[in-house]
């Protein structure tokens, strides 16, 4: 589906309850829920927004409809570096198997049943965020120590893998390589490195030409039980990454993006203490949110 029908096709209203499928529920995220279909599992985008940790009150309308289909459009890109968690024939069996009406089949997905790794796969092209707050009290970025003198949003040398947990509740928390190869083995870290940085290279050449820079981002994998890695959930969307205008970026100042970063930024110049129940978002404030996500979309994929 290209961008006009998929653009056509947003509610007018947020989405922020998956109700009334026959499957049985067995997982309820911040934006996805999960239904098991038996041999299979369906992940349902909603369009529910988090900020620092806490989902907010309100959702962005046709949010979870942008993630799926800009997951889809990534995971075609990707096919050569990565498997991914897609069965086959995805529009049949949405809309002819599982008969979901058209707002379902555009935000959902089909995928096999994997055993996720507990990490959180961080690939980092720039100093900024989290990165660039670590950066300043020691010159260090998850146990990466960087060149003196950097700025705030300066694109590094080289890429780092900052992994971090996978926390059910609360704040994901980085962690070293130690640490890592600790709690997913030596073999199953090197190569979720290499494929982290591989799909997020190939990620920042396809965004460039977009005028989009792809500051950051995260990944999140499973195994199977012959132990091979797929790449899951979502890749390289508004919600796991920080994208940037190229044509306004500079260094020394956070940039002007196309994320969740706007809500964030929002949020912080209320008198919030980031726990629910979390303020209302105005009408403004979701408007311009949605059309940063439908300006990803659009940008990245004509």
Same mark, same amino acid.
């Given at each position: 589906?290209?961008?006009?029908?998929?653009?056509?096709?947003?509610?007018?209203?947020?989405?922020?309850?998956?109700? &009334?499928?026959?499957? *049985?529920?067995?997982? !309820?995220?911040?934006?996805? %829920?999960?239904?098991?279909?038996? $041999?299979?599992? +369906?992940?349902?985008?909603?369009?529910?927004?988090?900020?620092?940790?806490?989902?907010?009150?309100?959702?962005?309308?046709?949010?979870?409809?942008?993630?799926?289909?800009?997951?889809?459009?990534?995971?075609?890109?990707?096919?050569?570096?990565?498997? &991914?968690?897609?069965? *086959?024939?995805?529009? !049949?069996?949405?809309?002819? %198997?599982?008969?979901?009406?058209? $707002?379902?089949? +555009?935000?959902?997905?089909?995928?096999?049943?994997?055993?996720?790794?507990?990490?959180?796969?961080?690939?980092?092209?720039?100093?900024?965020?989290?990165?660039?707050?670590?950066?300043?009290?020691?010159?260090?970025?998850?146990?990466?120590?960087?060149?003196?003198?950097?700025?705030?949003?300066?694109?590094?040398?080289?890429?780092?893998?900052?992994?971090?947990?996978?926390?059910?509740?609360?704040?994901?928390?980085?962690?070293?390589?130690?640490?890592?190869?600790?709690?997913?083995?030596?073999?199953?870290?090197?190569?979720?490195?290499?494929?982290?940085?591989?799909?997020?290279?190939?990620?920042?050449?396809?965004?460039?030409?977009?005028?989009?820079?792809?500051?950051?981002?995260?990944?999140?994998?499973?195994?199977?039980?012959?132990?091979?890695?797929?790449?899951?959930?979502?890749?390289?969307?508004?919600?796991?990454?920080?994208?940037?205008?190229?044509?306004?970026?500079?260094?020394?100042?956070?940039?002007?993006?196309?994320?969740?970063?706007?809500?964030?930024?929002?949020?912080?110049?209320?008198?919030?203490?980031?726990?629910?129940?979390?303020?209302?978002?105005?009408?403004?404030?979701?408007?311009?949110?949605?059309?940063?996500?439908?300006?990803?979309?659009?940008?990245?994929?004509?």
């Amino acid at each position: 589906m290209n961008y006009e029908q998929i653009a056509a096709n947003l509610p007018e209203t947020a989405v922020c309850e998956i109700n &009334d499928l026959p499957w *049985p529920r067995i997982s !309820s995220g911040k934006v996805r %829920e999960i239904f098991d279909l038996g $041999d299979r599992l +369906l992940l349902v985008a909603s369009d529910r927004i988090s900020a620092f940790d806490v989902i907010l009150s309100q959702g962005i309308p046709g949010k979870g409809i942008i993630l799926t289909q800009l997951s889809l459009f990534w995971f075609e890109q990707l096919k050569d570096l990565v498997a &991914d968690h897609l069965v *086959p024939d995805q529009e !049949s069996v949405l809309r002819d %198997e599982l008969k979901l009406s058209t $707002d379902l089949q +555009l935000r959902s997905m089909v995928v096999r049943k994997l055993d996720p790794l507990p990490i959180e796969c961080v690939v980092r092209g720039y100093l900024a965020g989290s990165g660039w707050v670590s950066y300043q009290k020691d010159g260090t970025v998850c146990g990466h120590t960087l060149s003196e003198g950097l700025s705030e949003a300066e694109r590094l040398p080289e890429s780092i893998f900052t992994p971090t947990t996978k926390a059910h509740t609360g704040h994901d928390e980085p962690i070293d390589a130690i640490i890592g190869r600790k709690m997913v083995g030596e073999t199953v870290f090197s190569e979720v490195e290499m494929l982290s940085r591989a799909v997020y290279d190939r990620g920042r050449e396809i965004a460039a030409p977009a005028g989009i820079i792809l500051a950051d981002t995260k990944f999140e994998f499973g195994l199977d039980n012959a132990g091979t890695l797929f790449l899951i959930d979502e890749v390289l969307t508004p919600d796991s990454s920080r994208f940037w205008e190229a044509a306004t970026y500079r260094t020394g100042m956070s940039p002007q993006s196309y994320d969740k970063q706007f809500v964030r930024d929002y949020l912080l110049t209320l008198d919030w203490d980031h726990k629910p129940p979390s303020p209302d978002l105005p009408d403004e404030i979701i408007t311009k949110t949605q059309e940063k996500y439908l300006t990803a979309l659009r940008r990245l994929t004509t």
